[in-house]
T-cell receptor, first 116, second 119 residues
């Protein structure tokens, strides 16, 4: 079974509008972390936002917020006031457990295109 | 912030040759680094976990004799693709975690990746 599921291969959003990128996850661990990364066409992976399994409040970082619904095992990324520079691939990822030696498992990604 | 430097950023080599990719943590020590591979329009797939001073741990299906990993210091891990073939052409990207605050919320910091083309 896939650990991270991103069901939207591609999304379009009008500039200045908000957009939600979906992510669901599967784990039996009680302690885990959820991450979102942005990958522009140049290839680098840019860390956007983190949500811990024990965090009671949704994480926010500037225009990025994470809609964390633990019971549904979803961790959707919300980008507000979209900008043309937001056009990129977006990956949801999970780390199970609490060890620094645990890698991230990535979803298949969503390609976001911001339209002027 | 934590910076991971990866070199080279792109390389073209002939089939049968070997290619070495370096991954350095510039401003932090990384006892563990992770190597991922990304085929076009696909996700990042973990290849191996590189541990300083010990053998790397490879994911199922990844040939350890083909993808040699050396993590000789706390700031450097190398991936050598031996006897490269066209099917090895891919985007290879390394990552490491800086121990800031609690480990649980430390993101992986990625190098800029290496685009390998084997002709």
């Amino acid at each position: 079974a896939q650990k991270i599921t991103q069901t939207q291969p591609g999304m379009f959003v009008q500039e200045k509008e908000a957009v939600t990128l979906d992510c669901t996850y599967d784990t039996s661990d009680q302690s885990y972390g959820l991450f979102w990364y942005k990958q522009p066409s140049s290839g680098e992976m840019i860390f956007l936002i983190y949500q811990g399994s024990y965090d009671e409040q949704n994480a926010t970082e500037g225009r990025y917020s994470l809609n964390f619904q633990k019971a549904r095992k979803s961790a959707n990324l919300v980008i507000s006031a979209s900008q043309l520079g937001d056009s990129a691939m977006y990956f949801c990822a999970m780390r199970e457990g609490n060890s620094g030696n645990t890698p991230l498992v990535f979803g298949k990604g969503t390609r976001l295109s911001v339209i002027a | 912030g934590a910076v991971v430097s990866q070199h080279p950023s792109w390389v073209i080599c002939k089939s049968g040759t070997s290619v070495k990719i370096e991954c350095r943590s510039l401003d932090f020590q990384a006892t563990t680094m992770f190597w991922y591979r990304q085929f076009p329009k696909q996700s990042l797939m973990l290849m191996a976990t590189s541990n300083e001073g010990s053998k790397a741990t490879y994911e199922q299906g990844v040939e350890k004799d083909k993808f040699l990993i050396n993590h000789a210091s706390l700031t450097l891990s190398t991936l050598t693709v031996t006897s490269a073939h066209p099917e090895d052409s891919s985007f290879y990207i390394c990552s490491a975690r800086a121990k800031t605050g609690g480990i649980s919320n430390s993101p992986l910091h990625f190098g800029n990746g290496t685009r390998l083309t084997v002709t």
